[in-house]
């Protein structure tokens, strides 16, 4: 299965593309033992330029870590050469909540996760910057972490 973006949403000859709603889902981290593995599943509106998902943080450590996100944030392409594209997608990260239908607006949420993504103008790879909340309070940074597209995933459900 190939990235769904790439069928609908470069800009081609001067052409606009964009249009509609899809669907990507992209695993980032080195994949070493206890390093942070981010996998996040997002609806990307097109005309917009707006992206919304859920996010699922792990890492082997001790006391492990497995927090999940939503996540809201945009995209854009940025070209700096014609044959030379990629895309930004910037993403922060808020604690999921169950709030009642019939509560109001919630709590105001502080962000766990802060994510800036630049992909290769297909979608499939990149690389990542991230900040994550942990446990004691402080903040921990990932840079240039390998961003890889995730294909036949189950989207249903939380992460």
């Not at 769904?4 to 470069?10: E, I, V, W, Y």
């Not at 990629?86 to 909540?97: D, E, R």
């Not at 109001?104 to 900040?131: E, F, Y």
Request: proline share 8%.
């Amino acid at each position: 299965m190939s990235a769904a973006p790439t069928a609908q949403s470069q800009s081609m000859a001067g052409q606009d593309q964009r249009i509609g709603l899809f669907i990507g889902s992209w695993q980032i981290g080195t994949q070493q033992p206890g390093a942070a593995t981010l996998k996040i599943h997002c609806t990307f509106d097109a005309p917009s330029g707006a992206v919304h998902g859920l996010g699922q943080l792990t890492q082997a450590t001790n006391p492990p870590l497995d927090m999940a996100s939503r996540l809201d944030g945009d995209f854009t392409y940025l070209t700096v050469m014609p044959d030379s594209s990629h895309v930004l997608v910037t993403l922060t990260g808020y604690p999921i909540t169950q709030w009642p239908s019939h509560g109001g607006t919630g709590p105001v949420m502080l962000p766990n996760l802060s994510l800036r993504m630049l992909l290769a103008s297909d979608w499939q790879t990149g690389t990542a910057s991230m900040r994550y909340l942990l446990p004691n309070g402080s903040w921990q940074l990932v840079e240039s972490a390998p961003v890889q597209f995730m294909s036949n995933v189950t989207l249903a459900g939380k992460p």
